[in-house]
């Protein structure tokens, strides 16, 4: 079955235990992206990456790292989470280089940081 | 940044109605998309539309796009209760790989 999956779905952690999130489509997906999701704010891009070793800053990366080592996974590090950081993470790849096509997103990971 | 702006925010109709939701969006673009999403679950694509188009449609679904304006409208004909999601509008800014996503409608569609 097509996929994008992510892990954990959900995760409380405290300040300043660096976490990842990981994501992998068995799509053979060029394009990856994250999403994190807020109340009031809508869907806001964290970074996207459009090919293996390439990656791009979204509107909102502070906090948040990523790389595309391979094509199937694009995992979210967060080197010390923040409070600020709880929210909704959505990962997502699309079959067309850049954000030209449809995405198929994963079903999100709920994290919450005391 | 703010690229795509839905309106109304809520919406709630009965069952056999019709929706209409509105998306506004500040830079020029290749094509306007559509998204779904059911309370906590991952959005899923209805529709893609492109900047040459003006309309279309997918079984329930019309989508137009009104590219002097910026603005593109979603219509779902004859809802029914399993239509009550949130709706977002995505826009991929020229030139970037970016794709930006409005604070979306949220639809409920009583029985």
């Known amino acids: 079955e097509a996929q994008v999956t992510q892990n954990p779905r959900y995760l409380i952690t405290v300040t300043g235990k660096k976490l990842t999130v990981t994501c992998s489509q068995n799509?053979?997906?060029?394009?990856m992206s994250w999403y994190r999701q807020d109340p009031g704010l809508g869907l806001r891009q964290i970074y996207y990456s459009m090919n293996v070793e390439v990656t791009d800053k979204g509107d909102v990366p502070e906090g948040y790292k990523v790389s595309r080592k391979e094509k199937r996974n694009f995992p979210l590090i967060l080197e010390s989470p923040s409070p600020n950081q709880t929210s909704l993470y959505f990962c997502a790849s699309s079959p067309r280089t850049g954000a030209h096509g449809e995405l198929f997103f994963g079903e999100g990971s709920r994290l919450t940081v005391l | 940044s703010q690229q795509g702006e839905e309106d109304p925010q809520a919406l709630s109709i009965q069952e056999g109605e019709n929706a209409t939701m509105n998306c506004s969006y500040k830079?020029?673009?290749?094509?306007l998309q559509w998204y779904r999403q059911n309370s906590g679950r991952g959005l899923v694509h209805l529709i893609l539309?492109?900047?040459?188009?003006r309309e279309k449609h997918s079984g329930r679904l019309r989508v137009t796009l009104d590219t002097s304006k910026k603005s593109s409208s979603l219509l779902i004909t004859a809802s029914r209760a399993a239509d009550t999601a949130s709706y977002f509008c995505a826009t991929p800014p020229s030139n970037t790989g970016k794709l930006i996503f409005g604070q979306g409608t949220t639809l409920q569609v009583k029985p």
């Open positions: 539309i492109r900047s040459n188009e």
């Open positions: 799509m053979n997906h060029e394009y």
């Open positions: 830079t020029s673009i290749n094509n």
